[in-house]
């Protein structure tokens, strides 16, 4: 599925195509302005199409990374380049990313004569063109027959500016800014190998990402836009697995977690994927207890419930265990889903619809500190020290996680906190979102 436009119009894609290792990801990353797609000199780092929302004088489009095209490969090398060929057959334009440095090889001719086939406007940019030395290097490219080569360089960004030139030049009128953006976001967050990957493209009815049983496929974070019914669009990123930090090893798995956490930082929900053929781990209470600190809306998506044991009384005694284990998560939406036989799948937009609502809801002043003032002539707190203890005003500070302030005349107890918070449910469900409660104690009085 590509990036559309409230109103229909779908934004433009430029997929980013070539051999391993010459520089995609980091062109993709100058071409953002930020860090978006993880760049390592292993090559065939990039497996999924990462779709990232760009802008250029006066053009949005979207910019798909690839995985790197080139013979003789298999397993997930060769599902990388099924991507990126199915990268080319959605995009409006191309763009080969060919080694200025290394000159033209046997694969860059292979992927050419792909590109030529395709018929769709092509740009070629011959990467790590540092400095003037390096640009006599470029023209042997003309020998791929795709029109004048530029020369960029990812690392210190020269040329990459006549480069977005030519491009929005190709895009002509798509992609004009005028168009809103996106509604909301969200992250689809769980431990390695649960089945995130599988619950974005059945949410899509698309293969936008790779699947596959060997855990850790998804190393960067995988853009993705679906449309509401009602027009609005929501971005879905699946990011990488989130191990225990404990547990990486590798430079590249510690980039993928730091980047997953750093996407869970700034989306409106959470989407947590958990095992209902495992049930809930310490490590996806670890997850939750992450998602609370955020303060991100949640759904849960039991994932792989075909799987679960058949028996009623056994599933009851599951669905239990997980309700006790999620306990300090149990204003989350729970949905059970199977991403094999798409049970479910259908419930998962409109649960992360409410959850975002209920993210963004704010109640007035007046209705609040009614609601207060029933509440504490129900339940008073208990005295301390002798004196009574009263929420004297209250006021709804913000939204995203919503977020109460409690002026009161001395320190209130935890649990009265957690009464104050469930009878606001109660009056308010606020499904799918934490309400943070703040207390300011009035000073006291002087003589």
Known sequence: MTDTMPGGRRLPVVAVVGRPNVGKSSLVNRILGRREAIVESTPGVTRDRGGFSAEWAGRRF????????????????????????????????????VDAAAGVLEDDLIVADVLRRSGKPLLVAANKVDDARDEPGVAAFYRLGLGDPMGVSALHG??????LDSLTR???????????????????????NVGKSSILNAVLGDERAIVDAVPGTTRDPVDSHVAMPDGRLLRIID???????????????????????????????????IDAATGVTSHDQRLAEEIVRSGRACVV?????????????????LEQDMAERLRF??????????????????RLLPALDEAIASHRRRLSTGALNRFIS?????????????RSVRILYSVQASVSPPTVVLFTTARLESGYLRYIENRLREHEPFRGSPIVTQVRRRPARRR
Not at 68 to 86: F, I, K, N, P, S
Not at 158 to 163: A, M, N, T, V
Not at 301 to 316: E, G
Not at 379 to 386: D, F
């Open 62 to 97: 979207e910019v798909v990374d690839t995985g790197g095209l080139e013979a003789g490969t298999d397993g997930l090398e060769a599902r990388a380049g099924e991507q990126a060929y199915v990268a080319i057959d959605v995009a409006d334009v191309i763009m080969l990313v």
């Open 158 to 163: 020269r040329g990459s500016g006549d480069l």
């Open 329 to 346: 998560l149990d204003w989350a939406v729970m949905v059970r889903t199977s991403a094999l036989t798409r049970r479910g799948i259908a």
């Open 374 to 386: 029933a509440a504490q002539e129900r339940s008073p707190h208990p005295r301390t020290g002798g």
């Open 239 to 273: 990011t990488a697995g989130m191990r225990r930090r404990v547990e990486i090893k590798e430079p590249l798995e510690y980039f993928s977690w730091v980047r997953s956490r750093a996407t869970l930082g700034r989306v409106d929900v959470a989407l947590l994927v």
């Open 170 to 192: 190709l895009l002509g009128s798509q992609g004009d800014v005028s168009a809103r953006d996106e509604w909301a976001s969200a992250a689809i967050v769980g431990r390695p």
């Open 301 to 317: 998506a039991v994932n792989k419930w075909d799987l679960a044991v058949p028996d009623t009384a056994d599933r009851l005694r």
